[in-house]
């Protein structure tokens, strides 16, 4: 079955709200594992806007799966991240004024260098590093010169498509069948040469089937939809709800 990696920084986000020490991202990802979530993701963003450094590092000490930081590719998150070892840093873009992560890492771009020096630094130590890059042939290509073991697809356009796809006029279905052969494409091509592929941003109940059904993507990161949900129905019901789903496709 594909995995379920549950991203919590929104958890944080409800915390960092009133400055409260709760809702404990912590206990929150203990809910999630003993659910049957197979990892835990946390997006260490540089203004600590959710996620703070005491949540990774407490996470460290008590994720069981697989713990999977997100973070830009700067030098000074890279040395958080030698200092933490989590089990995989996922590499992602980072803009201050954005409400989440809005595109995928460009590995072809200017940044390529700072790309590698992080994915260099942090291979060195054993940590498995992925790069959240958009379903492009150019980008799976770049990604692979760059010597990552994995990657991490970006579904937001075609998550967009969907919610566009329910609205009256239905337009946009064609849009999300389009943007589902990207994420096929993108998965085949990576698989060929041996990458590890996840999947994620924007994934919710009713729109995740399709691309946990696409051959070679072996995990999906959910955050927003899932701690949503959570917050009328509990973390635990939450998390089995989206395992069921993910159950029934695989
Ligand atoms: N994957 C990556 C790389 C992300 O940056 C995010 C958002 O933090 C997610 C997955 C989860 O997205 P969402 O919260 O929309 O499910």
Known sequence: MISL????????????????????????????????AQGITVHLREDRRHIQDRDVELLR???????????????????????????????????????????????????????????????????????????EASQVRAALQLGVPRIELHTGHYCDATLDARRPDGRSKERADAELEHLAAAAEEAVSHGLHVAAGHGLDYNNVRPVAAIPGIEELNIGHALIARAVLVGLDRATRDMLDILQSVS
Not at 13 to 25: E, I, V
Not at 108 to 129: E, F, N
């Open 61 to 135: 000490q008590t994720v069981r799966g697989v713990l999977n930081l997100e973070m830009a590719a700067t030098s000074a998150m890279v040395e958080r991240a030698l200092a933490i070892r989590p089990d995989v840093v996922t590499l992602v873009p980072e803009r201050r004024e954005e409400r989440t992560t809005e595109g995928g890492l460009d590995c072809t771009g200017s940044h390529r260098g700072q790309v590698a020096a992080a994915v260099q630094a942090l291979g060195q130590v054993g940590i498995a590093v992925s790069l959240f890059i958009a379903p």
């Open 5 to 36: 990696h549950v991203n919590i920084d929104h958890v944080a986000t409800l915390r960092q709200a009133r400055g409260t020490p709760y809702p404990d991202p912590v206990w929150a990802a203990s809910i999630c594992e003993l659910a049957g």
